[in-house]
């Protein structure tokens, strides 16, 4: 039976070195005391952190309090500095912190001459501080190393042929310091171009719907995407979406006639082989474009 005992105890080891689920008390309190977490002992790298909702774990002037796992936050993780020294999470590329719906990261105190309360994730250094991702981020959101603090949290994004047009449609659950959204089309899905940017809510925790109309959509199949851009310059490309337009070739000019230089030109079929040019009232070519040798008449 003791031998039986002690096996059962180096797995409990084994499988706390590799991975473990930490939940802290609900009470919450300091990330480094042991007394915070049920099982009476701090996180160590490889578990699943979760903060429970009505819980607050606290990071107190701590410059290098170092952690490689995820965070689930449904309570408050908050970095609080009270003197000189900030309080700073770095975690690795691999690491990521879920602020889910009614949690979130706060930050008290702000910075000293050593810097700012900040949480760095792999190359994201920050990932979130106190100034960039203001004071408080609320869930739904991502912290993570490729988008920072993500901007918003998307619903969905579709596109629908409506005759000769196709109609873009999203939506958000949450927008956290918020700009705008670009949306991009490609004819191939890897080269995009922007086609139109809309401003959104900044700050929402509701639902969000979003309608954009190609009203000169490309022949064939087109590829669309939506970037999201945070406040501070942070941005978030989600997946694309494709649909494919049967119809004839056509092209427009705008403004048409034009006293001006400006003009816009649309054609929904570009390849290698295609060229158009401009020509004023008189005849006269004033514009042409060509992207092969062309000889013109």
Not at 219 to 248: H, K, P, Q, W
Not at 253 to 261: A, E, I, T
């Amino acid at each position: 039976m003791k031998n039986i005992l002690s096996l059962i105890f180096i797995i409990a080891l084994s499988i706390r070195g590799y991975s473990a689920t930490i939940t802290e008390t609900a009470g919450g309190g300091e990330w480094t005391t042991g007394a915070t977490w049920i099982g009476g002992s701090a996180p160590v790298d490889g578990d699943v952190v979760v903060i429970l909702a009505g819980s607050t774990v606290t990071i107190t002037d701590n410059f290098g309090l170092a952690f490689n796992g995820t965070i689930s936050v449904s309570g408050t993780l908050s970095l609080v500095c009270t003197g000189f020294v900030p309080a700073v999470l770095t975690m690795d590329a691999a690491s990521a912190i879920s602020i889910l719906s009614g949690g979130q990261i706060t930050s008290g105190g702000g910075g000293t001459l050593q810097g700012f309360n900040s949480i760095n994730i792999g190359t994201n250094a920050p990932a979130y501080n106190h100034i960039a991702d203001g004071a408080t981020v609320s869930g739904p959101a991502t912290v993570d190393e490729a988008g920072g603090v993500l901007p918003i949290e998307l619903l969905y994004f579709e596109a629908k042929l409506n005759s000769n047009t196709v109609i873009i449609n999203w939506a958000t659950t949450s927008e956290e310091n918020f700009d705008y959204f670009t949306l991009e089309r490609s004819s191939d899905g890897s080269s995009f171009q922007a086609i139109t940017t809309i401003k959104g809510t900044n700050e929402s925790s509701t639902l969000n719907e979003y309608s954009f109309v190609d009203a000169y959509p490309l022949l064939g199949t087109s590829y669309y995407r939506l970037v999201a851009t945070d406040l501070d310059g942070t941005f978030e490309t989600f997946d694309v979406v494709g649909i494919n337009c049967e119809g004839e070739f056509s092209s427009a000019v705008f403004p048409n006639p034009s006293r001006s230089s400006d003009v816009m030109v649309h054609l929904n079929d570009m390849s290698e082989y295609s060229f158009f040019s401009l020509h004023n009232i008189q005849g006269d070519k004033v514009f042409g474009y060509c992207p092969i040798l062309c000889v013109w008449a």
